[in-house]
């Protein structure tokens, strides 16, 4: 009898899911997709596709972000692909796209510890990969073993790192197209973001926002800029984007946002962040990089310019990421302003 039971509890069911169903219609809209997740297995398959391996790979997802992280590992040795997407802070051409990889391969050449591509099998430094969202570059780079733990010897050496990285990107040949992290993207666009963001619930904030751009940008403006001042720099330098093995083997990682900009903004932003929060490691930082760069008493007291540059950038870069806007309430804006 039981079994009987079961057997008509489902068949019911069934006929009742049917039923209400058949009077709920289907709405036929097109569905935009901001950011889908790839299947690792997917991944798999490009890699084998694409790349020389010897034996049976194996693909996971390391990380979820802006970019998807997948860890790439084989018997020769571990990778890292990145999956990026296909709208983020700011459009991508390819033509910008292609710089960060060719510069990365640059500063793998002249000894800079940096994740740079590893190309394909057709010579090429990327491939794109058909997402619901739309195309999305495909780059597999090498592998940086280690933690972002950092104590202030290793912080010594990254800001010496810093320093290498900036010299060594003065000899690059490479035009970077249209991306210029100036006072125009670093200032004025993103306090646009924000206002538009924030005009109808907070209109106070817009108002003390107008003030402090037209101070940055004054500041940052009447600066006296020193040689190997502008530069290509990093981007994001914000101190999670490096990892350090137990025995102080440098990787630095993730650089999609470099550009042609003020070298101080490198320094700055990780004074934002790390620094901010460990003020021993960020005084190591500074003395590293000064051991291979020296700055002058004016570009040291500018980093705190840089600092304030920074925030309100980081501030307009989350209003682009729709998926993140729903994290933007008031404790968010609260926080983010006293950090001015």
Known sequence: MRLFH???????????????????????LE????????????????AEKNYSFEGPIKSSILSLGVNDMYLIET??????LRLSRA??????????????????????QHQVPVSYPIRRQDKTLCGLIQAPEG???ATLFSYGAGT?????????????????????????????????????????????????????????????LDELVEQLAQDISTMEITKGGIGIIAGDVHGQNQHFTAD???????????????????????????????????????????????LTEAE???IDIFVKARNLWWMGALIELKEYQHKLDHKFWERAFSQF
């Open 300 to 302: 040291i007291s500018a």
């Open 75 to 80: 018997a020769g040795g571990k990778y890292v």
């Open 148 to 208: 972002t733990e950092m104590n202030v010897e290793q912080a010594l050496i990254f800001g010496k790192a810093l320093a290498q990285l900036h010299m060594v990107s003065d000899s690059f040949e490479e035009v970077m197209n249209s991306v210029d992290l100036d006072i125009d993207h670093l200032i004025y666009q993103p306090a646009q973001r924000i206002k538009d963001f924030l005009q109808v619930a907070q209109p106070e904030k817009c108002v003390h």
């Open 6 to 28: 079961k057997i008509f509890f489902f068949i019911s069911l069934s006929i009742l899911t049917t039923c209400v169903l058949s009077f709920v219609p289907i709405e036929e």
């Open 248 to 294: 102080n083997q440098l990787t630095m990682f993730d650089f999609e946002f470099c550009a042609y900009g003020y070298r101080l903004y490198d320094l700055a932003t990780f004074k934002w962040n790390r620094g901010a929060r460990h003020a021993d490691l960020w005084g190591a930082f500074l003395a590293g990089y000064q051991s291979e760069r020296v």
């Open 87 to 108: 709208e983020k802070y700011t459009s991508l051409t390819p033509a910008e796209f292609l710089f960060e990889l060719n510069w990365l391969e640059y500063l793998n």
């Open 135 to 137: 195309l999305r570059y």
């Open 31 to 46: 569905v935009s997709v901001i950011k889908s997740l790839v299947d690792p297995q997917t991944i798999k398959n490009y």
